[in-house]
């Protein structure tokens, strides 16, 4: 069972970019798709960003152009940077690996990390 640790979150003024890291509790080679989502209370969580093992990536509409996600095996670890930020894009970002064809995730959600876009 993997654990994931997200950290880089922050205040960040509106046009600014952040990177975000998370740390995983087993090797992630071994993981199909990693995922980058992000939850604003009272609305649904939203996979903003997914990577397969094979390195292929999607983005939601939301935040295609402006986002990169990318995985170091070696450190266990799964990026998401941002450029671009819009106060839209404040939330708490969580990474997990989603089921195939499905809403659900593989693995218990950890802390996330805060990001708030505001002048």
């Known amino acids: 069972q993997a654990q994931f640790v997200e950290s880089g979150g922050g205040l960040v003024r509106p046009g600014g970019s952040l990177s975000l890291s998370c740390a995983a509790t087993k090797s992630i080679s071994s993981i199909d798709v990693l995922g980058w989502y992000r939850q604003v209370p009272g609305k649904a969580r939203e996979l903003v960003a997914s990577i397969e093992s094979s390195g292929s990536t999607k983005y939601a509409d939301s935040v295609k152009g402006r986002a990169t996600i990318s995985t170091d095996n070696a450190k266990n670890t799964v990026y998401l940077h941002m450029d671009s930020l819009k106060p839209e894009d404040t939330a708490n970002y969580h990474c997990?690996?989603?089921?195939?064809?499905?809403?659900?995730?593989?693995?218990?959600w950890g802390q996330g990390t805060q990001v708030t876009v505001s002048s």
């Open positions: 997990n690996s989603p089921l195939r064809g499905t809403s659900l995730v593989l693995y218990s």
